[in-house]
């Protein structure tokens, strides 16, 4: 299972190169299924290895001056806090046992691990409906509202907040923001991502507890591995259209978000 487990982690790296997100939501699933990590603890491991592979995979982007720094800016201090925070403060606060319902009891683990397929699910749609024609329709009426910028911020906090707690990087919401709010084209919105997953999810890794504890050697080991992956999707990503693969990856982020639930509460 462990084998599988490492080519899945290739998979997370090649899935952001090629379409800019959507890879680190099948991070936290790699980690606990197939490679054995408890829920938590795989939250915090995502932080790191999402971060460092945004970040070798952001190096191209800002190379071809695909990324905005003033975007970066606004979105990115609000999303740093509040990963920072929540990995800080809100996750420990999360009591062992939630809920008792019959047979069933629903404990931290759980919980996490629901609300993650949860965000799966809403990912799944967002990669699955097609894109670029809603966000330029939708694109002019809202870059002229002098509200863009608070929208771009609040955002920020948001996903910030959800990546704490699930460890995923949010691509899937921080890009069509950055196209909607901040009238971004879709490479610069991509490139700009990739900074902002890249910062909050290595910062937010810092306000985990325990580092010393992790298992750094898997730990490092999905790590390059999902490097390889986006430093190849990077690469393919100059000949494949990615707003044409995005459907099927997202159909495959469905079925996993809905094989969670059903795993989680009825196995």
């Known amino acids: 299972m462990h084998i599988v487990g490492y080519l899945a982690s290739v998979l997370i790296g090649l899935s952001l190169g090629i379409i800019g997100g959507g890879g680190s939501i099948l991070t936290v699933p790699v980690l606990v299924y197939l490679l054995g990590v408890d829920p938590l603890l795989g939250?915090?491991?995502?932080?790191?290895?999402?971060?460092?592979?945004?970040?070798?995979?952001?190096?191209?982007?800002?190379?071809?001056?695909?990324?905005?720094?003033?975007?970066?800016?606004?979105?990115?201090?609000?999303?740093?806090?509040?990963?920072?925070?929540?990995?800080?403060?809100?996750?420990?606060?999360?009591?062992?046992?939630?809920?008792?319902?019959?047979?069933?009891?629903?404990?931290?683990?759980?919980?996490?691990?629901?609300?993650?397929?949860?965000?799966?699910?809403?990912?799944?749609?967002?990669?699955?409906?097609?894109?670029?024609?809603?966000?330029k329709k939708t694109a002019t009426t809202l870059q002229t509202s002098k509200g863009r910028y608070l929208f771009i911020f609040l955002e920020g906090a948001i996903v910030g907040t959800l990546t704490g707690l699930v460890g995923a990087g949010g691509g899937f919401l921080i890009i069509p923001a950055l196209v909607l709010f901040g009238g971004l084209s879709m490479k610069k919105a991509i490139g700009t991502s990739l900074v902002i997953i890249a910062a909050k999810s290595l910062l937010g890794f810092l306000g985990e507890q325990n580092l010393a504890n992790l298992d750094w050697q898997l730990l490092l080991t999905v790590t390059t591995l999902s490097m390889v992956g986006i430093l190849i999707g990077t690469r393919l990503s100059q000949y494949l259209d990615g707003e044409k693969l995005k459907p099927v990856f997202g159909w495959f982020v469905f079925v996993m978000g809905v094989y969670i639930i059903f795993k989680e509460i009825f196995l």
């Open 43 to 135: 939250t915090a491991y995502s932080l790191f290895i999402v971060g460092i592979t945004s970040a070798v995979g952001s190096y191209s982007y800002f190379r071809q001056s695909w990324v905005d720094l003033r975007t970066v800016l606004l979105f990115g201090p609000p999303s740093i806090l509040a990963v920072f925070l929540t990995r800080a403060y809100l996750v420990p606060a999360i009591p062992p046992t939630i809920l008792t319902i019959g047979n069933l009891t629903i404990d931290r683990s759980m919980l996490l691990m629901l609300l993650f397929a949860v965000l799966m699910l809403l990912a799944s749609i967002s990669m699955i409906k097609p894109s670029k024609e809603s966000y």
